[in-house]
């Protein structure tokens, strides 16, 4: 039992050791929960202020991920009769499996804030007596060209016999957090991997070969209340932190830490001596 991921798994088999994982004693304003929220609900609409507890529900280790193939095939005939067909079978992966090394099912409890408020007014002004001088004079917050692109017109005028008319959406100031108001209940999967050397390429293309897997073989809503499901599971990777002294490391922690992000993972470096 000397393996890095053969010692991490005997830890996480205590609740508290996991729950030390995802909100360490150290990280007081529970920053990694809410990275690892955010990589999963998009905060479209609420943003995730104080996290107040955080409950492990289930866990397992070395799961076995493996995504299904969708083949489609379609034919067509042609006399006597006129018919075509088209079909679309899902069969089980036949690639190796991805293992996930710590698969998480938990709860966390938090106090949202309201980024955006309700909407308050509709306003709306008539385009087609405007000139394209007129227009970019009334309106100089507009980028006349990006609009035009992004409505596929060819000019101004074509412009104004396709949309006349120009609407503003008026939303009112959200409401102020309030610390005393009760929290909201998330489920948060988080699947965990363990890399036993700082070796970022490799590690880059094992969470996102396992992310793609598990994306694809667990269906998920398209949206919450509060915006956007951007995945299936937050993710985790897990580095020794005695990987980093070495003379040999790519980077600071915050480094890792950067870039990992800019992919959409969560990292974190233990101590295992």
């Known amino acids: 039992m000397n393996g890095f991921a053969d010692q991490l798994m005997i830890r996480y088999l205590a609740e508290e050791q996991v729950k030390l994982l995802l909100a360490p004693q150290e990280d007081t304003d529970r920053r990694r929960v809410r990275d690892l929220l955010a990589s999963v609900y998009e905060p479209s609409l609420l943003e995730v202020r104080v996290v107040d507890d955080v409950t492990v529900k289930a866990t397992g280790f070395q799961v076995p991920v493996a995504a299904p193939v969708t083949v489609r095939g379609s034919w067509e005939k042609v006399l006597p009769d006129i018919a075509q067909g088209r079909a679309a079978l899902e069969v089980p992966g036949i690639a190796p499996p991805q293992w996930i090394d710590l698969a998480l099912e938990a709860l966390v409890t938090a106090r949202v804030e309201l980024t955006s408020g309700a909407l308050d007014a509709i306003a709306s002004e008539d385009l087609s007596t405007l000139t394209e001088e007129e227009f970019a004079q009334r309106f100089s917050f507009i980028d006349l060209a990006e609009l035009m692109r992004r409505a596929k017109v060819?000019?101004?005028?074509?412009?104004?016999?396709?949309?006349?008319?120009?609407?503003?959406?008026?939303?009112?100031?959200?409401?102020?957090?309030?610390?005393?108001?009760?929290?909201?209940?998330?489920?948060?999967?988080?699947?965990?991997?363990?890399?036993?050397?700082?070796?970022?390429?490799?590690?880059?293309?094992?969470?996102?070969?396992?992310?793609?897997?598990?994306?694809?073989?667990?269906?998920?809503?398209?949206?919450?209340?509060?915006?956007?499901?951007?995945?299936?599971?937050a993710w985790l990777a897990v580095f020794p932190a005695a990987a980093l002294p070495s003379p040999n490391a790519p980077g600071t922690e915050r480094q890792v830490s950067d870039l990992l992000a800019a992919e959409g993972f969560v990292t974190a470096f233990v101590d295992v001596s």
């Open 154 to 233: 060819a000019d101004f005028r074509e412009l104004q016999e396709e949309f006349p008319r120009l609407y503003r959406l008026h939303y009112a100031q959200p409401p102020p957090f309030d610390p005393a108001a009760p929290g909201r209940t998330y489920q948060l999967r988080v699947s965990v991997l363990f890399f036993p050397i700082l070796d970022l390429g490799a590690a880059l293309r094992r969470l996102v070969r396992c992310r793609r897997a598990l994306d694809d073989s667990c269906p998920r809503p398209a949206e919450y209340d509060g915006g956007a499901l951007l995945a299936a599971s």
